[in-house]
C-alpha cells in the first residue's frame, strides 16, 4: 500500500518517497497490463462467435396491404411500448412454416 509505505501512523517518513512512488509506477502498469489482457480476451469472442447469417429483406414496394399494415403497427406498437423516436428499417416476411413453435 502505497500510503502505507510514507506514513507509519505518526510521522510523515520522507525517505520512503521514492519507494512509494516505484510501488505506485509498478501498480499503474500493472492495472493497465490487466486491462490490456481483459481487452484481448473480449476481442477474441469476436472470433469465436460469427455474425448470424442477415435475414432477407422485403422491398416497401413489394408488399402486399396486408404486410404493409402488419408492419406499420408493429412500428407503432414499438414506438408506444418504448417511448422513443423509431424508424422502420427492413420487413421480413414470416410464413408459418418459418415460425418458431
Given at each position: 500500500?502505497?500510503?502505507?509505505?510514507?506514513?507509519?501512523?505518526?510521522?510523515?517518513?520522507?525517505?520512503?518517497?521514492?519507494?512509494?512512488?516505484?510501488?505506485?509506477?509498478?501498480?499503474?502498469?500493472?492495472?493497465?497490463?490487466?486491462?490490456?489482457?481483459?481487452?484481448?480476451?473480449?476481442?477474441?469472442f469476436k472470433?469465436?462467435?460469427?455474425?448470424?447469417?442477415?435475414?432477407?429483406?422485403?422491398?416497401?414496394?413489394?408488399?402486399?396491404?396486408?404486410?404493409?399494415?402488419?408492419?406499420?403497427?408493429?412500428?407503432?406498437?414499438?414506438?408506444?411500448?418504448?417511448?422513443?423516436?423509431?424508424?422502420?428499417?427492413?420487413?421480413?416476411?414470416?410464413t408459418k412454416?418459418g415460425r418458431?413453435?
Amino acid at each position: 500500500m502505497m500510503f502505507l509505505a510514507i506514513y507509519d501512523g505518526e510521522t510523515f517518513d520522507a525517505g520512503n518517497l521514492p519507494e512509494a512512488l516505484l510501488i505506485t509506477l509498478f501498480s499503474m502498469l500493472l492495472v493497465f497490463f490487466i486491462l490490456f489482457i481483459l481487452m484481448l480476451v473480449i476481442s477474441a469472442f469476436k472470433y469465436l462467435n460469427p455474425k448470424k447469417r442477415a435475414a432477407e429483406n422485403i422491398a416497401w414496394d413489394n408488399l402486399d396491404e396486408e404486410g404493409r399494415v402488419a408492419a406499420l403497427v408493429a412500428t407503432i406498437d414499438y414506438a408506444a411500448e418504448t417511448k422513443k423516436d423509431v424508424r422502420l428499417v427492413s420487413v421480413k416476411k414470416i410464413t408459418k412454416e418459418g415460425r418458431k413453435p
